[in-house]
């Protein structure tokens, strides 16, 4: 990791533009939201290399072995455009790893964003189920045409400032997952104004925008941050029981008040998995393992983007990941999602940075199942800005227990 630079202002215009660019450009325009992101971050990176005494490998192995996948899908299959397409998603992602180490930053203003863009995002996607024709041309820039037609206009689905109501419900359970520790640790309450209400938008957002999956996991990450916290901060036990009961009431309070307008999201109770979604996500996953038997070398190089008939949209980003990027991605993407979860289980104490990262991981190891997590340029930059500042608070922590040390062996 490198030295962070000094200026603590540049670094906050960096760190909170790139975020809000992360999170508020159109990502329906996929090459321009990639593109858009790499050039903000060149120039950053141009202030940055001056200053720069390492290089962390991980963005460079990951950019080696989806291009050896892309190579293997031009030689075999064609497509070139689209196959080697699918290297520009990790250009931001090694800028971002050349770049946001050595700018130092404030967290506080970057939840502070993320504050924003939750109760922003509600807010529209209130105004989007309501039909108020006002939002119209914000919806069309972000929502692509068949979801503004479909999921909004005939299913009432809530689209926010995504291309579609499943993406609309994974970045609300991705925010929510954010601010579970800031929320339940007693040390950080009331810091950031709005957070309480961030975290109800978020909940609003994924009961509005229908999201089966984005409903069970922010069901399941409740809960699972409760046990959390129950167990590993004593301190924390009331907080945690008292915003547990409130909350569930509510969630529950507001599915019962809108069951009747709720008619996708109420078929998960209703019919389980006989629903006809999921069907087809268990027919379409058979394909493409079918597909993937049929030539077993590339279960290492992955194959491209053209050998699946579906390889725009899988519904299984495990499967997507194995097929078109290959093993060795697969090992790492498996191998990153649950090792942060099993870090926060180690000794105290844990930065909030911290375990908003692995309450985050928990849930995209979820939303990857029938949807996208770190596919998803959105949800890839989240998890990698808050990848740093959990970096940077393990680091500080550290550091203060040292002088603590210190302090007590001089005193002594």
Not at 89 to 116: A, Q
Not at 307 to 316: H, L, P, R, T, V
Not at 358 to 372: D, N, R
Request: hydrophobic share 50%; aromatic share 18%.
């Amino acid at each position: 990791m490198s030295k962070p630079l000094s200026t603590i202002s540049f670094g906050n215009f960096v760190w909170g533009a790139f975020l809000i660019i992360a999170l508020f450009f159109p990502y329906k325009k996929i090459e321009l939201y990639f593109l858009t992101s790499s050039v903000f971050l060149l120039f950053s990176f141009m202030v940055v290399l001056p200053h720069l005494n390492k290089i962390s490998l991980f963005p460079v192995v990951i950019l080696f072995l989806v291009s050896i996948s892309a190579a293997v899908g031009v030689f075999f299959e064609g497509g070139t455009v689209r196959n080697l397409s699918e290297i520009v998603r990790f250009i931001p992602l090694l800028l971002m790893f050349l770049t946001l180490p050595s700018l130092n930053v404030k967290t506080r203003n970057l939840v502070k964003i993320l504050v924003f863009f939750s109760v922003a995002n509600a807010g529209l996607t209130i105004l989007q189920v309501l039909h108020v024709p006002y939002v119209d041309f914000i919806t069309s820039i972000y929502a692509s045409e068949n979801h503004q037609k479909v999921s909004l206009g005939v299913s009432s689905r809530g689209l926010g400032f995504s291309q579609g109501p499943g993406q609309n419900g994974a970045i609300a359970a991705a925010c929510l997952s954010i601010f579970l520790p800031y929320i339940l640790n007693r040390d950080y309450v009331g810091k950031i104004p709005l957070l309480k209400t961030a975290t109800t938008a978020s909940l609003l957002s994924i009961i509005l925008a229908q999201s089966q999956t984005a409903f069970l996991v922010s069901l399941g990450i409740i809960i699972y941050s409760l046990i959390y916290y129950f167990i590993k901060y004593p301190e924390s036990r009331k907080k945690a029981a008292a915003l547990g009961s409130l909350g569930m009431s509510f969630f529950f309070g507001f599915l019962w008040y809108m069951w009747d307008y709720l008619s996708y999201l109420v078929s998960l109770f209703t019919l389980g998995l006989e629903r006809n979604s999921f069907q087809t996500r268990i027919e379409k996953s058979e394909t493409i393992l079918n597909s993937l038997f049929n030539e077993p070398y590339f279960f290492i190089t992955g194959v491209g983007k053209d050998y699946f008939q579906y390889s725009s949209a899988m519904d299984n980003e495990y499967l997507f990941v194995w097929g078109v990027w290959g093993g060795f991605v697969l090992l790492i993407y498996i191998f990153i999602i649950f090792y942060f979860n099993l870090k926060i289980w180690n000794r105290r104490p844990k930065s909030n940075e911290h375990c908003s990262l692995a309450f985050l991981f928990c849930s995209g190891a979820v939303l990857a199942y029938p949807t996208s997590f770190l596919s998803d340029g959105r949800l890839m930059f989240l998890v990698t800005i808050f990848y740093f500042l959990s970096v940077k608070a393990t680091k500080e922590i550290n550091e203060k227990k040292n002088m603590d040390y210190q302090s007590i062996r001089f005193n002594s």
